[in-house]
Structures are given as structure tokens and as C-alpha cells.
């Protein structure tokens, strides 16, 4: 009777030693040969490299082997070798094969034939078994560590903030309704308008655009802190770059001012390529190879260069210039109004070839909490903008002075009723304060060198689609 061994996994199989029993799991990727015997590339999710399973044909394994196709899973016990083949080290010589799962090979909605992104998103159950999505998720799962780990070690506190309020903190309107009242027959008021005293919370809510104003609470007790959860948006933009449901990391400083907050936004984000630089290799190369051989250049551009950093103002000026030199936007631009993706990406791609950080932009663009300037008309935002991404991070040094603050909500015609413990932040102690936050999805947008959004997050909503 052959001893009991453990199951190793694909990634450690590859680099350990020739000469050793071993016994792998995992989904078949492809399988070849001749009459002899047959090749079986394994692969377990462990990296994006498979295993070669090299099983010799007799009657016995002749009926399992035709059982193995694209999709099944299989457990292998066998011996590992020294690969005489190119591509990898090792294989392993099946002494036994048993077959876990078929995978009926005309019905398996992964084939050769159709691997578009836009098909694998309506087989969005099945396409983490793909070589790119496998690279994709494990490196989606690596930087969120990599993120927690760059705020632990500097000190910074994780806070959870709701993802269910009754503010609005960009006060954008795009929020998705809570509500457990009944939609065909409403409770209204005397006035006609909708009872929500009778609704779950008593209030009327929402699920959360940001984290942020909670965020400052935090910033206000604890010092240093920082979310990373979900938030949703309402937004109706079918753009390769949005999603209603996306992850955000949100720290919030004391004691910050703009200049703080925009030297540790370059150096977190310059940390976390150089992360995946360093950790995630196999899955950039490959996605290098397949799909964009620039990848990893960029990606190391980023790491080694100094971030442009320039007032809204200034950068008007620059697109104006290029429009008076024959350049072509869809979007007119003036100063005033919201910069446009093709705004944004001239200045990064074209204009100064690498990311710019956008500061002082009108205040009647941006949210109420932020620090409003001198001159009366901009505040004291700062935007980052990437190659091929546009804006991947937004924040700002935050108005702490309480008389501001108010003016500007009174100002915008904002509903006080949920916001006085946000106020109160400015009453009781109020202090300097920064902070931003990065879209995840951007990052991995950057990082993985993808085309859309809706193909770095494992499950994608955004209008008309809540599958899976
Ligand atoms: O610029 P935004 O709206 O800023 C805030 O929400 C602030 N409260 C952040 C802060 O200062 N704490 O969003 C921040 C980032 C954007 O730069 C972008 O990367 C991402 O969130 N983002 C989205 N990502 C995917 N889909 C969407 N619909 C997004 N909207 C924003
Ligand atoms: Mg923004």
C-alpha cells in the first residue's frame, strides 16, 4: 500500500527537487500525445504556470485518459522528474489518476475558439479558470495586501467605515437607495411625500459613495487612518473606466496639508507597482507577452520618475495652447468646467509623458469639504492622472475651519440634518487634515495593463448588469 502523501500545490512543485513522491490537484488545461503516452498541463491557481503530467497509455489508464479534457479536474499521485522537455524543470510521472470532475467538452463555456474579453464577461462564473483572470485575481489579491501593508507599517489605523448612510459625501447624487418599504405601495405623509419614518433605519439611506467623512472622524481621534472597502455609485457611465461597485482605499491624515498629502499619495502608489514588481512577476510577464509588451516598462516609468505637479489652472492653459495649435478634443475646455478623460490623457501621454498631479481646482467642481484657497474661486484639491487611466486617485487638504465649512454647505444648499456629527469634527478640535482616495480597479487598470474595468474585479456591476 503506497503511503498517504499531502496534495502540494503546482507552484511549489516547480521548484522543488526531482526524485520525490508527490500528489497534485488541480483543473486540466490541456492534454496531447501520442499512442504512448499522453501530456496533461495541470494547473491549480496557484500561479499561472501548469504542471506537465506525463501518463503512459495501457488499457487501464486508457478509459480514465478519456475522461480528461479541457476543464476536468483531476488528482495525481506520481513520482516527480527532471523534465527532458523544454518549459519546465520537473513533471510528474502519474502512478495513479483519478478523475474528480468531468468537464463535458462540448457544453464547457471555455473554449479555444471564443476568448474575447467581452465573451468571458458573460461567463463571468468560469473565467477565473483563465489564464489571464487567474493572473488577474492573484495579483488583485496581492495588492490588497501589499496596501495593508503599506499602512501598517506606518502606523495608520484601519477603520471600517458603513457601507450603508444617510450622507452624501460627494454630494453627487449618485447614490443607490436602502430601503425595506414596500415599492408598489409607499407610506407617504400628510404632505404626500414618502414616510420614511417608516423605512429600516427610520431615515432615508443609501449604500456609500466614499468612506471619507466617517474616514475623518477617525483621522480626528486615532491620527492616521484608512478604509478599504466598497462603494457604489449610481452613476448611469458605461465607460471602460466605472463601475457602480468599486473597492476604494481612503486614508485620512491629521496634520496633513496639501503638500503631505500629495508626497505620500506618489509614494504609496510608486510603492505598490514596485510591490508588484517585485512579487507578482510570473503574472506581469505574462501579461506582458500576451497582450501589451510596454507593460512592464510603464510600469517601472512610474516607479522611477517624479510625479508632474501642476495647478487646474495651469493646466488649462497647456490644452488651450494645444487646441490653438491643431489639436482636436471632443469636450471644449475652459476654466470652470470638469476636465474630460481625453483632457486628462493628453496631458499625462502627450504633453509631459508621465503622471501628473492636478491641485487647485475650481471649487464649484469639487466637494464641500475641501479647503477652499485664498482667490475664493479654487480649493485645495489634488488629483492624480495615469497613462491610459486618467484619474486614479482623488483627494484634498479638508476646509477645517468651522465658519467655511458651514458657509460652503449653506452655500451649496446641502441638508445639515446628516451632517452635524461631520461638523462637529470642526467644533471640537477642529485640525489641519488631508487625505484621498484611490479606485482599486484604477490601480489594477495600471497594473494589469487591462482595457476595462469591468475585467479587473471578479464580478463587474454596472448598468444593467448585476450577474452572478
Ligand atoms: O474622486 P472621488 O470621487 O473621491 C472621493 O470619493 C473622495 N471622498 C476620496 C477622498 O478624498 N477620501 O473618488 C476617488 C477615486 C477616483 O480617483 C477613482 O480612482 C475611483 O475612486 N472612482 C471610481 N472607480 C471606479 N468606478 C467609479 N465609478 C469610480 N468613481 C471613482
Ligand atoms: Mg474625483
Not at 495541470?42 to 480528461?68: C, F, R, Y
Not at 505574462?286 to 512610474?302: A, H
Not at 522611477?304 to 488649462?316: A, S
Not at 509631459?352 to 492636478?358: D, H, R, S, W
Amino acid at each position: 500500500m503506497s503511503k498517504e502523501i499531502l496534495r502540494t500545490k503546482v507552484k511549489d512543485l516547480l521548484s522543488m527537487e526531482a526524485g520525490q513522491d508527490v500528489l497534485a490537484k488541480g483543473w486540466v488545461r490541456t492534454k496531447r500525445g501520442n499512442k504512448e503516452i499522453a501530456f496533461i498541463a495541470l494547473n491549480d491557481g496557484s500561479t499561472i504556470k501548469n504542471i506537465q503530467i506525463v501518463v503512459s497509455k495501457n488499457p487501464d489508464t486508457e478509459s480514465l485518459l478519456a475522461k480528461v479534457s479541457t476543464g476536468a479536474c483531476i488528482s495525481v499521485r506520481g513520482k516527480l522528474v527532471e523534465s527532458p522537455g523544454s518549459g519546465q524543470a520537473v513533471e510528474i510521472h502519474a502512478e495513479e489518476l483519478e478523475i474528480l470532475g468531468e468537464c463535458d467538452p462540448v457544453r464547457y463555456p471555455l473554449q479555444k475558439k471564443d476568448t474575447s474579453f467581452e465573451y468571458l464577461r458573460t461567463v463571468a462564473h468560469m473565467r477565473p479558470r483563465t489564464n489571464t483572470f487567474g493572473a488577474v485575481l492573484r495579483l488583485r489579491s496581492q495588492m490588497a495586501y501589499a496596501i495593508h501593508e503599506y499602512f501598517h507599517k506606518r502606523g495608520f489605523v484601519y477603520l471600517n467605515t458603513p457601507l450603508i448612510t444617510a450622507s452624501d459625501c460627494e454630494g453627487a447624487g449618485q447614490m443607490f437607495q436602502v430601503t425595506t418599504l414596500p415599492l408598489e405601495n409607499v407610506p407617504r405623509n400628510k404632505k404626500g411625500e414618502v414616510d420614511y419614518s417608516k423605512d429600516f433605519f427610520g431615515k432615508q439611506t443609501s449604500l456609500t459613495v466614499s468612506g471619507q467623512l466617517e474616514g475623518e472622524l477617525g483621522a480626528t481621534a486615532l491620527g492616521e487612518i484608512y478604509t478599504f472597502g466598497p462603494t457604489f455609485r449610481a452613476e448611469n457611465s458605461n465607460t471602460p473606466r466605472h463601475l457602480a461597485e468599486f473597492w476604494m482605499i481612503e486614508p485620512e491624515m491629521a496634520f496633513y496639508d496639501i503638500k503631505d498629502n500629495m508626497d505620500l499619495a506618489e509614494d504609496f502608489i510608486k510603492s505598490l507597482v514596485k510591490y508588484a514588481l517585485d512579487n507578482c512577476r510570473d503574472d506581469i510577464q505574462f501579461l506582458n507577452d500576451r497582450y501589451d509588451n510596454s507593460l512592464i516598462e510603464r510600469l517601472e516609468g512610474v516607479v522611477n520618475t517624479e510625479f508632474v505637479r501642476l495647478p487646474y489652472g495651469e493646466g488649462i492653459k497647456i490644452l488651450k495652447e494645444a487646441i490653438a495649435n491643431g489639436k482636436v478634443f471632443e469636450y471644449p475646455v475652459d476654466w470652470g468646467t470638469d476636465l474630460q478623460s481625453e483632457h486628462e490623457r493628453f496631458l499625462v501621454e502627450e504633453h509631459f509623458g508621465k503622471p501628473v498631479i492636478l491641485t487647485d481646482y475650481p471649487k464649484d467642481i469639487k466637494a464641500f469639504y475641501m479647503k477652499q484657497n485664498e482667490d475664493g474661486k479654487t480649493v485645495r484639491a489634488m488629483d492624480i492622472l495615469f497613462p491610459k487611466i486618467g484619474e486614479i486617485i482623488g483627494g484634498s487638504e479638508r476646509e477645517a475651519s468651522l465658519e467655511k465649512l458651514e458657509n460652503r454647505i449653506n452655500e451649496l444648499g446641502m441638508s445639515r440634518k446628516n451632517l452635524e456629527w461631520y461638523i462637529d469634527t470642526r467644533r471640537f478640535g477642529s485640525c489641519p487634515h488631508s487625505g484621498f482616495g484611490l479606485g482599486f480597479e484604477r490601480l489594477l487598470l495600471f497594473i494589469t495593463g487591462m482595457q476595462n474595468i469591468r475585467d479587473v474585479i471578479p464580478f463587474p456591476r454596472t448598468p444593467k448588469n448585476a450577474e452572478y
